[in-house]
């Protein structure tokens, strides 16, 4: 899974465009036709617009189910809280989702948040509050990140306090939640087709972005991707 640090540049970012262009194609003769039409189709349907928090998730199942709803919806970007438990979304619940979707490992909920207002999200917490709103009603007009909390006890008490907005997603039945990973979904599934359908909401990635990310997704789909990207890069 393509491991994104903070604030650092990866090395595609560090190249000039017609570096990268002459760097995608390089690597994309290296991947099947199949394969390179599907990046080209893909990459101008992925959003960092909306973005997902995840909040101490230790249940494989769960993070890996989250990865996937994340790539189906062709959100880019999620952000990992790990204070008292290791993200780990192995297994055949991702189904490959991990190669695609890109994941930021933070110390604390607070540098989080931190981080995340200094690229203009607004943090919007997913549990009851009492100023919460459903997810349905929520303004996206501004770049959004979705928190979401461990399986048992929800979100902190610090995750909550520090969020700029609260939304719920609609129950009409006796349980009184759902499941993380379907609460998941289901929000993603809301704001992502919300976001698609607004005339006003630059929510696709920039061209250069977009060629960024297909090298990425190059670097994931060759045999010994990071060493033959390095070789190329060399070569420019």
């Given at each position: 899974?393509?491991?994104?640090?903070?604030?650092?540049?990866?090395?595609?970012?560090?190249?000039?465009?017609?570096?990268?262009?002459?760097?995608?194609?390089?690597?994309?003769?290296?991947?099947?036709?199949?394969?390179?039409?599907?990046?080209?189709?893909?990459?101008?349907?992925?959003?960092?617009?909306?973005?997902?928090?995840?909040?101490?998730?230790?249940?494989?199942?769960?993070?890996?189910?989250?990865?996937?709803?994340?790539?189906?919806?062709?959100?880019?970007?999620?952000?990992?809280?790990?204070?008292?438990?290791?993200?780990?979304?192995?297994?055949?619940?991702?189904?490959?989702?991990?190669?695609?979707?890109?994941?930021?490992?933070?110390?604390?909920?607070?540098?989080?948040?931190?981080?995340?207002?200094?690229?203009?999200?607004?943090?919007?917490?997913?549990?009851?509050?009492?100023?919460?709103?459903?997810?349905?009603?929520?303004?996206?007009?501004?770049?959004?990140?979705?928190?979401?909390?461990?399986e048992l006890t929800g979100l902190t008490?610090?995750?909550?306090?520090?969020?700029?907005?609260?939304?719920?997603?609609?129950?009409?039945?006796?349980?009184?939640?759902?499941?993380?990973?379907?609460?998941?979904?289901?929000?993603?599934?809301?704001?992502?087709?919300?976001?698609?359908?607004?005339?006003?909401?630059p929510w696709q990635l920039t061209p250069?972005?977009?060629?960024?990310?297909?090298?990425?997704?190059?670097?994931?789909?060759?045999?010994?991707?990071?060493?033959?990207?390095?070789?190329?890069?060399?070569?420019?």
């Amino acid at each position: 899974m393509p491991e994104r640090i903070p604030n650092q540049q990866t090395k595609f970012e560090s190249l000039g465009k017609e570096q990268k262009e002459a760097l995608y194609e390089e690597a994309a003769s290296l991947i099947s036709p199949e394969r390179r039409a599907l990046f080209d189709r893909l990459a101008p349907l992925r959003t960092r617009h909306i973005a997902v928090v995840l909040e101490d998730i230790y249940q494989s199942h769960n993070a890996a189910a989250v990865l996937r709803s994340c790539d189906c919806f062709g959100v880019q970007d999620v952000h990992v809280v790990e204070k008292n438990n290791t993200f780990n979304p192995a297994g055949d619940v991702a189904v490959g989702s991990s190669k695609w979707v890109d994941y930021y490992r933070h110390s604390s909920i607070s540098d989080t948040y931190k981080y995340l207002h200094s690229k203009g999200y607004r943090i919007v917490a997913t549990l009851p509050h009492e100023n919460d709103q459903m997810i349905t009603d929520l303004n996206i007009s501004q770049p959004t990140a979705l928190v979401f909390g461990t399986e048992l006890t929800g979100l902190t008490q610090e995750a909550i306090d520090g969020a700029d907005a609260y939304v719920k997603v609609p129950m009409y039945g006796f349980t009184e939640s759902f499941n993380i990973s379907v609460c998941a979904a289901l929000s993603l599934f809301c704001l992502t087709e919300r976001m698609r359908s607004a005339a006003n909401i630059p929510w696709q990635l920039t061209p250069e972005d977009q060629l960024d990310l297909k090298l990425h997704w190059a670097t994931q789909t060759i045999r010994d991707g990071e060493q033959v990207i390095n070789h190329l890069i060399s070569n420019l």
